[in-house]
């Protein structure tokens, strides 16, 4: 879910309704008041991902092992934290912190002979008899505050799920009715809601985190949470097709189904929520081009919904797309009041943004704009309030509600990826130059008066 940058050097970290085609010739209005700090220079094989929240990590590969930095997008200092070494006899091992680290040993030749223990100034045994596919069933949550795992029981092929709380240091069983699905990807079929207070398990079972209750049964092709983490968009599936977008509301215990799909059309999975809680976004597909087209799945039909009214509307026929246009949609996002609706469609050399205003019906497009890392569907703009923030041309390119553009950063290098922190005063900008990878500190940089 998350893009990695990869750089092989010298491995060594370094510290110190009328549509507009918008050219590559946005320019600065005024320039923008903003405080810029050189973090510092990163050489290596470096990957770089936000872990959760505000904290990004860094991931310098050793010969043996990596070494894991973390860097939080308000406090420009990079810091140790520890070193990873090669786990080879372990069926799974993952370091949480500088002082913990789970583990699953196998300590026989069967299922029953796996233990999953929290390795620190203690050892604590949190469970045995843990699952075993192509690597022990464990997965842990955002945060690394919670642990969720398989067991196996004395009955063939009957597992349980069981959630644990390292804080707490607490367990419950979450159920014995354990996927296929599951079984075969653990991390892929646990969704956790952005507070972690909820998780979703196989699309199906809805259950709190704190207590392990169930909430809720949904039949799921696909599951997405909104924002705060208070309501749970999901495609309800007919016969294995999306046929229904539903939306259970934690709050209010309750569900609504807010959009039906047209007949001979399905929906595919991918849907988008705003900020606000008040639009999706999500696309159709023909079943009968679907079938004929094997795994692969084109895109027929492009849609804004808008929640408080339930009024869809057909983005792709406002725009005037054609087929092979949207069949090429490799990324969607609203702004977060969900009045600005942008579209990255694939080209020959890399994508092009198509941005919507559907509140005036204004659209344009800008061309060539750049890949970001790949979370909370932000894979080509980032959003911050009302603002969207894109990468064009070694320029980070702001854009306001209005559809006014602004650039708030040139680089002399070539710009790999930014993040913006939750509380939206901060961005760290990674740029790649010839002896590596470079990080610096926007602050002051919203331009409020756009």
């Not at 991931?59 to 930095?69: H, L, P, Q, S, V």
């Not at 406090?75 to 990873?84: D, G, L, M, Q, V």
């Not at 699952?131 to 955002?142: E, I, K, N």
């Not at 507070?195 to 398990?201: C, G, I, N, P, Y």
């Amino acid at each position: 879910m998350k893009k990695c940058i990869s750089i092989i050097i010298i491995a060594c970290i370094v510290f110190t309704s009328c549509t507009r085609v918008q050219e590559n010739d946005i320019e600065a209005s005024s320039k923008p008041i903003k405080t810029e700090r050189y973090i510092g220079r990163l050489k290596g094989n470096i990957s770089l991902y936000r872990s959760y929240m505000d904290n990004i990590v860094i991931a310098n590969e050793k010969e043996e092992g990596f070494d894991i930095y973390s860097l939080d997008i308000s406090s420009p200092i990079i810091r140790f934290e520890y070193a990873i070494q090669p786990q080879n006899k372990l069926l799974y091992s993952k370091q949480l912190d500088a002082d913990r680290t789970l583990r699953v040993k196998q300590l026989g030749n069967s299922e029953e002979n796996n233990v999953l223990t929290l390795e620190g100034k203690v050892t604590k045994e949190i469970a045995k008899r843990i699952a075993y596919s192509a690597s022990a069933l464990v997965a842990t949550s955002p945060s690394q505050r919670y642990v969720v795992y398989c067991t196996a029981t004395d009955y063939l092929n009957a597992y349980g799920l069981y959630l644990y709380d390292l804080d707490k240091e607490q367990g419950c069983l979450l159920t014995d009715q354990v996927s296929e699905e599951l079984l075969n990807d653990m991390e892929g079929n646990i969704a956790w809601s952005p507070d972690e207070a909820s998780l979703v398990v196989s699309n199906k079972l809805v259950f709190h985190a704190t207590s392990g209750a169930l909430i809720g049964q949904i039949n799921a092709e696909k599951v997405l949470w909104s924002a705060t983490g208070s309501k749970l968009a999901y495609i309800k599936s007919e016969k294995s097709l999306g046929k229904s977008i539903n939306i259970l509301d934690l709050s209010a215990s309750a569900v609504e189904e807010v959009f039906i799909v047209n007949q001979g059309e399905y929906l595919p999975g991918y849907i988008v929520w705003n900020d606000e809680e008040t639009k999706l976004a999500f696309v159709t597909s023909l079943i009968q081009a679907a079938e004929a087209s094997g795994n692969m799945i084109p895109y027929h039909g492009i849609y804004s919904l808008n929640l408080t009214d339930k009024e869809a509307v057909r983005v792709d026929t406002i725009l005037q797309l054609d087929q092979a246009v949207v069949g090429r949609l490799e990324n969607m996002q609203y702004n977060a009041l969900g009045c600005i609706l942008t579209l990255a469609i694939g080209n020959s050399s890399g994508c092009d943004l198509y941005v919507y205003n559907i509140d005036t019906g204004y659209n344009e497009v800008l061309f060539n704009v750049e890949y970001l890392h790949d979370e909370n569907n932000e894979s080509y703009t980032c959003s911050s309030e009302n603002n969207l923030y894109f990468i064009q041309s070694q320029r980070i390119v702001e854009m306001d509600a209005y559809m006014n553009y602004r650039v708030i950063y040139q680089s002399e290098e070539a710009i790999e990826d930014i993040y913006i922190s939750k509380k939206m005063s901060r961005m760290i900008v990674i740029e790649k130059s010839k002896e590596g990878i470079i990080l610096r500190q926007l602050e002051n940089y919203k331009n409020k008066s756009m």
